[in-house]
């Protein structure tokens, strides 16, 4: 995808940028915030990563701007205030995420991967299915291979956000923001038991196909077993 | 020498003196013209109602009858002085005929006239002298008839008056301007003092405390305060100190590791797969380094009080039942017991991320460092404007003289057991529940573990 990256340090951007590259998308750079203005305003762009603190122009004003054009381009603001309200403020200005430094490159790679998704229009929708796994969300019941499996209110969460975002990496954190709402990260790894007893509903009583996969270093995938 | 002048103190002394004595004087001014004016007026009253008598006497028993008069008057007491001359100024009758030598004749308005007398003794030096008040008449252009009255006693007295208030006025300056010169080197004194040692201070000596003395004074306080802030600043570069030794010591173990780890894989000449293994090891072990480092921000961030960090109204009970329910796989697998003792809905005002936060690593520590079989209670209740939540354990608790050193930074007291932490768990609660204005207190669990309790204020 075409990324737009505005970040004023320039050996932060140049590793985000190698990075990007390796993952395989295009990448333009921005190293003040009046240069971000005029790239997001002219190019097409899949997604733009903007740095809070920026020179001439800040990165919460940027994304007003580029929202004031009627731009609905994704966005996601990197930013060395990680507090939960610096987060309310930059989603309020009209970002679409929110990631505090440090940071690992998993995780920006994961968070802009799953905002590029989110652009395709949310239909409003009763029910998911990825592979052999359907769930609905009316009547709150999961079935794999036509068989219903019984989950736990906070595994029918879980399992909903993994499935909005099937066949991409989740993270931790997103795990933690998105089901939780907690903003900060347990320092012991609690989401690993959520996840590996998820797994025994939903992979281990249908033998053949694993569909819940944990991303060593970055977090967790639920693919299609198709 | 001081200069006295640039002291607020005893400027504001100097212009107290001043106005002082401008309003001693203007009242004493007052009192010293009405007294005497009403005195001249009493004086000049009767001296014309005698010399209206003298003149019905004159009128009726013409020059041989006021002479006559006169003469009768002289030899007889009297407050008064009579002087009767003829146009030559030759003395005709009187009680006064010395008058060449005595006069010292001022004439004012309307007849007035003040003259003196100087007595004198044989060997002609001046005993005493006398100062009258009368009128002067002329006498159908023939006489000149004076009546006086004796003003010495009276003068005296003005003179006196005068005298006291001026001595009085200068005494007033002198002694205002001597207590200012002494207090002002008083407060000059002690300012230098505190000058001084600030400059020692200022020069590093930070054992350096301000002087105080035992009377609580403003400048007492003041010093005192300076010494308390002086205190606190110590206190926090002590612990500025302590932390950054601890960062020091706590880096260098993970870095060593990752080093040896990368070194030992680059020897061993390896495929492409152990590369990847070492890699992502190292991303694991970088990791718990970054992850010390965001809860040391985290703590200082609480600790500054950070304007961004707002308070809600939060049940205390559904964000128990969060945690609780984030925690009990992981507990469950362990073989630990999480029961949640809270019972009814309880609300308070606090930062919801920062008290989750702070059960979330009790509930850690309680996992972590709990024994087999262990039971792990977390609940809250009210207690007056206080909740209190506690989170309990059966394990090996903490020995008494550990308990306050275990809130500092970096303070792992079970270091033979290999459990990971950064040794900040503790500290950032503490941090959490300061800023909440609460307190944060462990105590020993019956028969044994640890309760750590937590009280918050409701508002």
Known sequence: MHILLIEDDINAAKYLIKGLKESGHVVDHASDGEEG?????????????????????????????????????????????GEVDEKVLGLKAGADDYLAKPFSFSELLARIEVLHRRTNPEVKETSIKVGSLSMNLLTRQVYRQGVEIDLQPREFRLLEFLMKRSNQVVTRTMLLEGVWEYHFDPQTNVIDVHISRLRSKIDKPFGGKEMLFTERGAGYALRSDD | MINLFRLTSFRIIFIYIILLTLSIGLVAFYLYWSTSRDFQMRVDDEIIQESTRLSQVYKRYKEVGLIREIQYLSRTPNPNL????????????????DTDSLWNLKRLDEGGVL???EKKNNNGEIIRKYYFR????????????????????ENYL???????????????????????????????????AINKTSLEIMDGDLSMRLPTSSNNDELNQLSLNLNN??????????????????????????????????????????DLDSYQETLKEVIEDVDGVIN?????????????????????????????????????????????????????????????????QAISN????SIKYGSDKNIVNVGSKKNKDNIIIWVSDTGPGIQDEDKEKVLDRFVRLDTSRNTTGTGLGLSLVASMIKFHKGNIELLDAKPKGLIVKLQIPTQ
């Open chain 1, 37 to 81: 203005e005029q790239l997001a305003l002219t190019l097409n762009f899949d997604v733009i990563v903007v740095d809070r603190m920026l020179p001439k122009l800040d990165g919460l004003s940027l994304v007003g701007k580029i929202r004031n054009e009627d731009i609905d381009t994704p966005i996601l603001i990197l930013s060395a205030l």
């Open chain 2, 82 to 97: 009579y002087i009767l001359r003829d146009s030559n100024n030759k003395f005709i009758a009187g009680n006064f005929s």
């Open chain 2, 115 to 117: 003259f003196s007398f």
């Open chain 2, 134 to 153: 009368g009128k002067e008449f002329i006498v159908r252009n023939k006489y000149n008839l004076i009546v006086a009255r004796d003003v010495s006693y």
């Open chain 2, 158 to 192: 003005k003179e006196r008056f005068f005298n006291t208030i001026l001595s009085t006025s200068l005494l007033i300056i002198f002694l205002g301007l001597l207590g200012g010169y002494v207090l002002s080197r008083n407060f000059l004194n002690r300012i230098s």
């Open chain 2, 229 to 270: 802030m002086l205190d606190r600043l110590n206190k926090l570069m002590i612990g500025m100190k302590d932390v950054s030794d601890n960062i020091a010591h706590d880096l260098r173990t993970p870095l060593n590791k990752i080093r040896t780890n990368l070194e030992v894989t680059l020897m061993s000449n390896p």
């Open chain 2, 292 to 356: 010390t480092f965001n809860s040391l921000l985290a703590i200082s961030r609480v600790d500054s009080g950070s304007v961004s960090l707002k308070k809600e109204k939060i049940n205390i009970k559904s964000l128990i039942e969060d945690i609780i329910d984030l925690w009990e796989p992981l507990s469950e697998e362990k073989g630990v017991v999480l029961n949640n003792e809270c019972k009814i809905d309880l609300y308070l005002a606090g930062n919801k991320n920062l008290i989750s």
């Open chain 2, 362 to 365: 009790l509930i850690d520590n």
